[in-house]
């Protein structure tokens, strides 16, 4: 019979881990028309986000680095680091010069103006 500590000792490789992918909520307005969206980058150097508009997606990808304190030996790791990407489909025609972005506090704010319908 394996022993309860055994049973939680699970390799890391054989988790469902798939890397940082910041989570992300989109809402319309009417009044201006937009599209809104809020992704989650918490840890995320604001410099190193990259936000590409193509035909009716936005595409945005950045990396997120794991600090390395001097001396310093973990004890456990759960957060992800490292690079992502993330492609939300809109449903209509993005014009990547009228995208604007604004962060804070690790939230990343998009907003897409659209043309009246």
Wanted: hydrophobic letters at 40%; one cysteine or more; charged letters at 25%.
């Amino acid at each position: 019979m394996t022993g309860r500590r055994e049973l939680w000792e699970v390799p890391r490789f054989a988790t469902q881990r798939h890397g940082f992918v910041p989570q992300c909520d989109c809402y319309r307005t009417d009044d201006p028309p937009a599209l809104h969206l809020l992704l989650e980058l918490p840890g995320v150097d604001p410099g190193a986000v990259r936000i590409v508009a193509s035909g009716t997606a936005l595409l945005v990808s950045g990396v997120r680095v794991r600090p390395h304190p001097a001396g310093a030996r973990y004890h456990q790791v759960e957060i992800e680091y490292g690079p992502f990407e993330r492609r939300i489909e809109l449903g209509e025609d993005v014009d990547a010069d009228a995208v604007s972005a604004a962060y804070d506090a690790g939230m990343l704010r998009l907003e897409v103006p659209l043309g009246d319908d």
